[in-house]
């Protein structure tokens, strides 16, 4: 059964950093592209960051280059982003993504139940 479980998430101060993890299970991890995507109240969901699976090649919105880190663990079969200098605008659901292809060549979607990530003072 395929399984993404964000954590990290919570409640922190404008300038503040917080690490988002998404533990995979279920699929061959390392052959997925992988990526963040977030949904504040009230809008749509909105992509983050994203990683490829070989290259691991990385790719941001432009509202979060030079704050968020994405990367990847292989071996643990986890992604992270880092998230440094978080504003207001960054409150939202956090939730991660993997896209790839099964042994039979279907393209497969992955989707997390999300991390709750607030930006207050």
């Known amino acids: 059964q395929v399984q993404l479980v964000e954590s990290g998430g919570g409640l922190v101060q404008p300038g503040g950093s917080l690490r988002l993890s998404c533990a995979a299970s279920?699929?061959?991890?390392?052959?997925?592209?992988m990526g963040w995507y977030r949904q504040a109240p009230g809008k749509g969901r909105e992509f983050v960051a994203g990683?490829?699976?070989?290259?691991?090649?990385?790719n941001y919105t432009d509202s979060v280059k030079g704050r968020f880190t994405i990367a990847r663990d292989n071996a643990k079969s986890t992604l992270y982003l880092q998230m440094n200098n978080l504003q207001l605008e960054d409150t939202a659901v956090y939730s991660c993504?993997?896209?790839?292809?099964?042994?039979?060549?279907?393209?497969?979607?992955?989707w997390g139940r999300g991390t709750q990530v607030t930006v207050s003072s």
């Open positions: 279920g699929f061959t991890f390392s052959k997925y592209a």
């Open positions: 993504k993997a896209v790839g292809r099964a042994a039979d060549s279907t393209l497969h979607a992955y």
């Open positions: 990683i490829t699976s070989v290259s691991g090649t990385t």
